[in-house]
């Protein structure tokens, strides 16, 4: 099992690093078009595409769209509670706590380990935690947050029009399932060179607190976990989209709450150096997990 992990990592592994390396010694993954160009182009197509390979039936979605609103709320609830308890600020950290790297880190480690057809529900369940990093996130940390980019966001009009296609049960043409599968291949790659770009990008020098910064890591990490299952248990989910949901439970902090507690002046270092953290426990869990989920 441990060697089918790692076959299966080393694609994600290698490309992360690479995007690590390119950032160190070139300036390529600098163009602030490139995400621009996964989050209006690739993550769109990735989700119309899965939905037009969807051999599943709508139901199985949307129990997929219940397990990822109740993993967000319990995980919310219990995550409040806990930083109360540990006297650390909401504001800061609870977001931390519930919106796991599902997207640059999620998919791609989802696609690897469970093949192509749990893409479908990772894209759903990543869509909605990306809804709540700019709800809950956004709200937060500045204290305000707009509905209508929500609305307008790509990613969600893409997973309506998913659904909404699949709903008539019309077989999508081969030409536009074509466009949509080479338009999507180029979405993964780029989201792993991303991340490697901005786990480069991360200045953690100055860190201080490692008690705090190690509690948050193995926090995030055991919360996921531990929410996945209970969420997979109390729906009776189908396995497929149960071990897609406890792989993206399991992943690490999402860099994009470093880049809001940098826009909002949070305590940013401490935050990198959790998800420098939560990314090695991730792994090793996912590694651990992987005997069960394969």
């Known amino acids: 099992m441990l060697l089918e992990f790692f076959q299966a990592v080393f694609p994600v592994i290698v490309c992360a690093g690479l995007g690590w390396m390119m950032s160190r010694k070139t300036t390529l993954l600098n163009n602030p078009a490139l995400?621009?160009?996964?989050?209006?182009?690739?993550?769109?197509?990735?989700?119309?595409?899965?939905?037009?390979?969807?051999?599943?039936?709508?139901?199985?979605?949307?129990?997929?769209?219940a397990a990822a609103v109740l993993f967000l709320a319990l995980s919310a609830a219990v995550a409040a509670v806990g930083l109360k308890l540990a006297g650390l600020e909401i504001r800061w950290y609870l977001s931390l706590l519930v919106n796991p790297n599902t997207g640059n880190l999620g998919i791609p480690l989802v696609f690897a380990l469970l093949g192509e057809k749990s893409l479908v529900h990772a894209v759903v369940i990543s869509t909605l935690v990306q809804v709540s990093h700019f709800t809950l996130g956004v709200w937060l940390m500045s204290g305000s947050f707009s509905p209508k980019k929500i609305l307008l966001n790509p990613s969600i009009i893409a997973l309506v029009i998913g659904v909404l296609w699949t709903a008539t049960g019309i077989a999508t043409p081969k030409a536009v399932l074509g466009t949509l599968t080479m338009l999507s291949g180029m979405t993964l790659p780029i989201m792993l060179?991303?991340?490697?770009?901005?786990?480069?990008?991360?200045?953690?020098?100055?860190?201080?607190?490692?008690?705090?910064?190690?509690?948050?890591?193995?926090?995030?990490?055991?919360?996921?976990?531990?929410?996945?299952?209970?969420?997979?248990?109390?729906?009776?989910?189908d396995p497929l989209v149960a071990k897609t949901l406890v792989i993206q439970g399991t992943?690490?902090?999402?860099?994009?709450?470093y880049i809001l507690a940098s826009q909002y002046q949070g305590p940013k270092d401490e935050i990198a150096a959790v998800i420098m953290c939560s990314t090695v426990l991730s792994l090793l869990t996912v590694m651990g997990l992987s005997v069960v989920l394969l």
């Open 193 to 237: 060179l991303l991340l490697g770009r901005s786990l480069a990008s991360i200045d953690f020098k100055n860190m201080s607190n490692l008690s705090v910064i190690g509690g948050l890591s193995v926090a995030r990490v055991v919360l996921g976990v531990t929410v996945a299952y209970a969420v997979a248990w109390l729906l009776h989910l």
């Open 251 to 257: 992943m690490p902090v999402a860099v994009i709450t």
């Open 35 to 65: 995400p621009e160009l996964v989050t209006r182009i690739g993550l769109p197509c990735l989700i119309l595409s899965a939905f037009a390979k969807m051999d599943t039936g709508l139901l199985t979605m949307t129990h997929t769209v």
